[in-house]
């Protein structure tokens, strides 16, 4: 397998042929890093270590004017004449004949709790998601040969109905095979028994896969976007999962779901692993991961990660699902996986998170996922979909847990209930810091994405340690790329005067125009030569988020870069109609103005009638956008929320502002000082809604026993009857769990090795230990909990333990350690507002 290191020296190679060097600059020596978690352990990922770099990056691409585009050779897509039409060029995709960037969020149905089904579509939908992925887990549907049920959390047809209400367009992923971590990869335990070839063309399995697909088909009948239903949500079908070598059994998936009247716009197939895909069939999707619990245990950070955060033409990641491969793989078979494929770029799996296996147990910081998206979008992706977006929970089946382990010949054994990932949307409902960040890049692809999706990338050359970045322009104008963070086991260093020059067909933008310091772990999306409202051209060292018309005037929002000050670049204004700004300079034809106010709130630049507002990062965070009062409105709002018919707000702990652009007409919040012209500000009372609890105290402190299993020789998980074995402690409920909420959340801070949560008998939650919190939703289980209470039991940390946890949270001790740090209850409210 090519090394990080190999990889980047091919990239530099690559673009260097096609791209003039920048000027040479002198270079340290390459630090290797050891990894602090386990010492034996010599990390080749990081190739910068953390340090400032070397002075004077004045970097310079060109960038041609694109190819034109063609219809992509693919049989799919709608007739342009049909309501809402969706097409594929050789480029981009589009939706009612506009170029369109699809953002995509995966959220399994049969995996939570159906009460919560609306209000977590329409957090999904206020996050900036427009098209929901879904996995059908047969396994879940069938446990019994010939008893397929369709009832409570496996009701898919309210699933998606839900989702077409909130304006969510809705991709199924089928099968069979479906992986997601599920037991049998999704099959029930009966068709997984049977002596046949499955996943093949093997007739007694495709007489099986037809009784499904025809169960399947009679659920959602009436749900199928096409020319004779335009309004049907359905506009995609992913066929089967991470199958590489049988492209003749994918085309005969997708036939045979035709044929019995499964419709689609859309049809894809994941094409990573140098999949070998039907001719014209399928759209591959592909996968990008910060981390993987798949890699072994003495991994400090997967070698896959590097390409992630580098800007690359390179779709395939090879080593995704590679554990559950029978041979390694063979990049030189024919998979779809060349940049210059004739079909847009598009992803299904982009990291929301990472899930966490017993051996190997990873920690995914906010900024890893959303680096790593804004990575993607800037090496030409013209479909974001990540993987997960919203965390589940695994259902317990009427025979079995339903999670992939040892147990059935897998290769991770994973937690039979905690399925959270990490996601941007919590298993428990919880909105994480990386919801946040992401959404400032959905709001940016909700409004200029018909211009960003027509614009081909043009990467600049890799360098060991000058600035990752990339260029997405029609030869004219574009969006200038940067990223200068990667994980922290491999943090980039400060990168020194750096300064971007990008010769278009018709001049050169220089931005900006002096040398800055890009920080570690920024990641930026600028402007060159944009038009916003009524501003013809603009170029600026800061992220556009939207812009909103209210009476005669544009408000445009913008995300100031941290470490970067502010610096507009104007072409074809008159410098006297430019306000709350000072002019620097004028260079080659550009008037060149810094704002006068920090980045806030109140830092607006006017330009006739278009005001620019530049927030700062945190602000920035905090701003959604969705209908008031039956206006579009913007609101600035650090807590939890969605739209329903107005701004339904989470009643937060403590007072907090509440800002919004157009001002409410009957606010029910007292005013409160306004800051700068655009927002009107109100207080919102906090509420108290946390409880702190009583902290269990474990007297005993048993450790697992060391056993590996699998098909990789991983270590295994402690089996069911030592759990058994262990004495649980109560856990003490101060607060009454009464239903006059919508959520009750445990949240635990714990230390040790594993962990379960018991009410009465059930299992409702569990967790390996890896830092983060325990959380689980209790409502759903409040007349057991009333009835039993809640019991706890749990491993301790062996201090010798070889299990991979990041060495950030990894205990350093000599004896063996197991405690809870707190417990509280969380009672979740919230109201709208208009």
């Known amino acids: 397998m090519i090394t990080p290191i190999e990889w980047l020296q091919a990239q530099r190679l690559a673009t260097l042929l096609v791209h003039p060097p920048p000027e040479p600059q002198p270079e340290d020596d390459p630090v290797p890093a050891t990894s602090p978690t386990l010492g034996s352990v010599t990390s080749v990922f990081k190739a910068e270590p953390a340090s400032p770099s070397p002075a004077g990056h004045d970097e310079r691409i060109t960038v041609p004017l694109p190819a034109e585009v063609g219809p992509a050779p693919l049989d799919m897509g709608d007739s342009a004449d049909i309501p809402g039409a969706i097409g594929l060029t050789t480029r981009y995709l589009t939706r009612e004949g506009k170029p369109w960037i699809p953002v995509m969020g995966e959220y399994h149905y049969s995996r939570d709790d159906p ?32 008893a397929i049920r369709w009832d409570g959390a496996r009701d898919v047809r309210r699933f998606i109905e839900l989702a077409d209400r909130v ?96 419709r689609a716009s859309l049809w894809t197939a994941t094409g990573w692993g140098g999949a070998q895909l039907p001719e014209r069939t399928v759209l591959p999707v592909y996968a990008g991961y910060s981390d993987g619990f798949w890699d072994e245990s003495d991994t400090a950070w997967p070698e ?63 900024d890893d996922v959303a680096a790593l998206a804004l990575t993607k979008l800037g090496s030409g992706s013209g479909w974001q979909g990540y993987y997960l977006y919203h965390g589940v929970t695994q259902a317990i089946g009427d025979r079995s847990t339903t999670q992939e382990s040892h147990a059935t010949g897998y290769p991770n054994d994973l937690p039979i209930r905690d399925y959270d990932f990490g996601a941007p949307l919590g298993a428990a409902g919880g909105e994480r810091p990386h919801f946040h960040k992401l959404r400032q890049q ?89 038009p916003f409202g009524s501003v013809p051209s603009l170029t600026a060292t800061a992220q556009p988020i939207t812009e909103i018309p209210v009476e005669g005037r544009t408000v445009v929002f913008f995300s100031a870069t941290p470490g970067v000050d502010v610096e507009l670049q104007f072409e074809g204004v008159d410098p006297d109609a430019v306000g709350g700004a000072r002019r620097l300079r004028d260079d080659d034809g550009a008037l060149v103005f810094t704002p006068h106010t920090a980045p806030g709130v109140d830092a607006e630049v006017t330009v006739g ?34 739209f329903d018919e107005g701004f339904r707000l989470v009643h937060p702990e403590a007072d907090t502002l509440l800002a919004v652009y157009p001002p409410l007409e009957h606010a029910e919040f007292s005013p409160a000082p306004s800051r700068g012209s655009v927002f009107a500000e109100y207080r919102v009372p906090g509420t108290g809604s946390s409880t702190e609890l009583p902290i269990p105290r474990f007297t005993d402190l048993p450790l697992a026993p060391v056993r590996r299993g699998g098909s990789s020789g991983r270590f295994s998980a402690p089996l069911e009857h030592e759990w058994e074995s262990l004495d649980g402690i109560p856990l003490t409920l101060d607060a009454h769990v009464t239903d006059d909420v919508e959520r009750w959340v445990l949240e635990l801070e714990w230390i040790g090795d594993a962990i379960r949560v018991y009410a009465g008998d059930l299992v409702i939650a569990d967790q390996f230990w890896s830092g983060r919190p325990l959380e689980v939703d209790l409502l759903p289980y409040r007349e057991v909990v009333l009835a039993h209470g809640l019991t706890l039991k749990a491993f301790a940390w062996a201090p010798d333990s070889e299990v991979f946890v990041d060495v950030r949270v990894r205990p350093n001790v000599d004896e063996p350690v197991l405690e809870v740090t707190r417990a509280a209850l969380r009672a979740v409210r919230s109201t709208s507002h208009s």
């Open 609 to 642: 009638d278009t005001t620019l507002v530049f927030l700062d990062r945190q602000t920035a965070e905090s701003l959604w956008r969705g209908r008031m009062a039956g206006r579009d409105s913007i609101v600035l709002w650090p807590g939890e929320a969605w």
């Open 115 to 146: 009460a919560h089904w609306e209000t977590e579509l329409r957090k999904m939908r206020a996050g900036g998601i427009d098209v929901l992925a879904t996995y059908f887990f047969w396994i879940l549907h069938e446990e019994v040969e010939g």
């Open 167 to 262: 304006g969510l367009r809705v991709v199924i992923r089928i099968g069979p095979w479906a992986h997601g971590e599920a037991r049998n990869g999704g099959f029930p335990d009966w068709l997984q028994a049977l002596p046949i070839r499955h996943r093949t063309d093997d007739p007694e399995y495709l007489r099986h896969v037809r009784r499904w697909y025809e169960s399947i088909e009679e659920q959602l009948r009436g749900l199928f976007h096409s020319a004779e239903n335009p309004g049907g949500p359905i506009i995609g079908v992913q066929v089967d999962n991470e199958l590489y070598d049988q492209p003749g059994h994918l085309e005969t998936l997708r036939r045979l779901a035709e044929s019995l009247g499964i």
């Open 304 to 366: 896959f990660g590097v390409m992630h955060f580098t800007f690359n033409a390179e779709r395939d990641d090879l080593t995704v699902g590679a554990d559950l491969r029978d041979s390694p793989v063979d990049s030189s078979a024919g998979g779809a996986t060349s940049p210059d494929d004739p079909w847009p770029y598009a992803t299904c799996e982009l990291g929301g998170g990472m899930h966490i296996a017993y051996h190997r147990r990873p920690t995914v910081d906010p």
């Open 442 to 530: 959905h709001l940016l692809i909700e409004q200029y994405g018909d211009r960003l999706a027509t614009y081909p990338t043009t990467i600049a050359p890799a360098s060991d340690r000058g600035p990752r970045w990339a260029v997405r322009a029609d030869g004219r104008r574009g969006f200038l790329f940067v990223n200068n963070h990667q994980p922290a086991v491999a943090t980039l260093p400060d990168i020194e005067s750096a300064r971007f020059t990008v010769a278009f067909a018709d001049g050169e933008v220089r931005v900006p125009r002096e040398p800055v310091t890009l920080r570690s772990g920024m990641h930026a999306i600028w402007p060159l030569r944009q």
